[in-house]
Nanobody
Framework: QVQLVESGGGLVQAGGSLRLSCAAS????????MGWFRQAPGKEREFVAA????????YGVDSVKGRFTISRDNAKNSVYLQMNSLKFEDTAVYYC?????????????????WGQGTQVTVSA
């Protein structure tokens, strides 16, 4: 059983930056692909980014490309989401997820473990 704990969310002004972290425990971290999803009020949870065991990355939401960077540190059992040039529409709860495969996926249903989420609020 893998446990995921996110941190780093908060309130930031538009144009600012945040770095989300997700610490994993209970499994061999390098065996898992990791993803970040987000859910804004009244909207469905959407895929933001994912990273393979080797560091290969995929970004799902066009609006975050060039602004967000996903990375992982297998030695620290952690995955990160660096968010720059934040916009009001980035406001959401951000979730970390782990998939029992070394290769990423974009569908929520293909991830096996989820964190509790961390709130990101961007003021206009």
């Amino acid at each position: 059983q893998v446990q995921l704990v996110e941190s780093g969310g908060g309130l930031v002004q538009a144009g600012g930056s945040l770095r989300l972290s997700c610490a994993a425990s209970g499994g061999t971290f390098s065996n898992y692909a990791m993803g970040w999803f987000r859910q804004a009020p009244g909207k469905e949870r959407e895929f933001v980014a994912a990273v393979n065991w080797s560091g290969e990355r995929l970004y799902g939401v066009d609006s975050v490309k060039g602004r967000f960077t996903i990375s992982r540190d297998n030695a620290k059992n952690s995955v990160y989401l660096q968010m720059n040039s934040l916009k009001f529409e980035d406001t959401a709860v951000y979730y970390c997820a782990a998939r029992r495969s070394q290769y990423y996926a974009v569908s929520l249903s293909e991830y096996d473990y989820w964190g509790q989420g961390t709130q990101v609020t961007v003021s206009a």
